[in-house]
Nanobody, 124 residues
């Protein structure tokens, strides 16, 4: 059993930056991959960035070069550094965890546990 709690969302202007955090608790030793997903009203959650247990990362093409995902296993925390934010980056960002053998997949179906989400707003 793993609990995930996101924080760090907020409102910024285009070109600004935010750092999202995801604190994991419970049986964190069983976590394989972790990822960040974004959802806007009337659309499904889409994978933004993911990292596997050895640190390999994968990014959605729309954020590559601007976002950086990282994890601190000692602190049981996942991060998403978001730079040069654009209005299309806005949405509810969810942290997710996958278990067992996994890669740094952006597929939602691979993830079992989810946080409550943190809102990101970008004004133009």
């Amino acid at each position: 059993q793993v609990q995930l709690v996101e924080s760090g969302g907020g409102s910024v202007q285009s070109g600004g930056s935010l750092m999202l955090s995801c604190a994991a608790s419970g049986n964190t030793g069983s976590i394989g991959c972790m990822g960040w997903f974004r959802q806007v009203p009337a659309k499904e959650r889409e994978g933004v960035a993911a990292v596997d247990k050895i640190g390999s990362t994968r990014y959605h093409d729309s954020v590559k070069g601007r976002f950086t995902i990282s994890r601190d296993t000692a602190k049981n925390t996942l991060y998403l550094q978001m730079n040069n934010l654009k209005p299309e980056d806005a949405g509810m960002y969810f942290c997710a965890a996958a278990y067992g053998y996994c890669t740094n997949t952006l597929l939602r179906i691979a993830y079992r546990d989810w946080g409550q989400g943190t809102q990101v707003t970008v004004s133009s």
